[in-house]
Antibody, heavy 127, light 107 residues
Framework: QLQLQESGPGLVKPSETLSLTCTVS??????????WGWIRQPPGKGLEWIGS???????YYNPSFKSRVTISVDTSKNQFSLKLRFVTAADTAVYYC???????????????????WGRGTLVTVSS | DIQMTQSPASLSASVGDRVIITCRAS??????VNWYQQKPGKAPKLLIF???SLQSGVPSRFSGSGSGTDFTLTISSLQSEDFATYCC?????????FGQGTKVEIK
């Protein structure tokens, strides 16, 4: 059964870089139907999509983060990673990695959803 | 960005109650809405995709409807395991955005 697990420091200093890795186990990250994504949830707030990556390295990001974020993939390790630069206290959140899978609706239009998530990891930005 | 506004922010209900949660998009998004359930300390769980399609393994008491800007998630008979926070998500355009969530609490 496919599982995702986030890992990385739980505490990052302001202005530094937040780095997290998501390890995919029980299956391959190189599936041509799937993208992989990062989503975060600040304490007491809603979910916020950060960006997504394909096994080929193709990426797309939330414009709110685009100047600070890099998402990359390492197929040899079955992992993908998040780097968020110049963090502030506002970046304190639970960070989730997730699998994005597509579907076709009854009209033949393609959509997608996040159907498999990691357990999440809390990252606190503080000096 | 497309804003997803959920209502109510929270509600109290009893086991067996019918619960309806609404989500309004700031522009038409056709049926590109997903619904998730989240319990404290847990990752979100996909319930509904494409506005009304039930994800495999999700109980049939959950249903979704709507198109355009107005969407609903209905729990036909609330069970004890359904007390959680529910949120909608639009996948019509980047950035994909989520509603702020509706917390369903025990009455």
């Amino acid at each position: 059964q496919l599982q995702l697990q986030e890992s990385g420091p739980g505490l990052v200093k302001p202005s530094e870089t937040l780095s997290l890795t998501c390890t995919v186990s029980g299956g391959s990250i190189s599936i041509n139907t799937d993208y992989w994504g990062w989503i975060r949830q600040p304490p007491g707030k809603g979910l916020e999509w950060i960006g997504s990556v394909y096994y080929s390295g193709d990426t797309y990001y939330n414009p709110s983060f685009k100047s600070r974020v890099t998402i990359s993939v390492d197929t040899s390790k079955n992992q993908f990673s998040l780097k968020l630069r110049f963090v502030t206290a506002a970046d304190t959140a639970v960070y989730y990695c997730a699998r994005r899978t597509y579907y076709y609706d009854t009209s033949g239009h393609q959509g997608w959803y996040f159907d498999l998530w990691g357990r999440g990891t809390l990252v606190t930005v503080s000096s | 960005d497309i804003q997803m506004t959920q209502s109510p922010a929270s509600l109290s209900a009893s086991v067996g109650d019918r619960v309806i949660i609404t989500c309004r998009a700031s522009q038409s998004i056709h049926t590109y809405v997903n619904w998730y359930q989240q319990k404290p300390g847990k990752a979100p769980k996909l319930l509904i995709f494409a506005s009304y399609s039930l994800q495999s393994g999700v109980p049939s008491r959950f249903s979704g409807s709507g198109s355009g800007t107005d969407f609903t998630l209905t729990i036909s008979s609330l069970q004890s395991e359904d007390f959680a926070t529910y949120c909608c998500q639009q996948i019509y355009s980047i950035p994909w955005t989520f509603g702020q969530g509706t917390k369903v609490e025990i009455k």
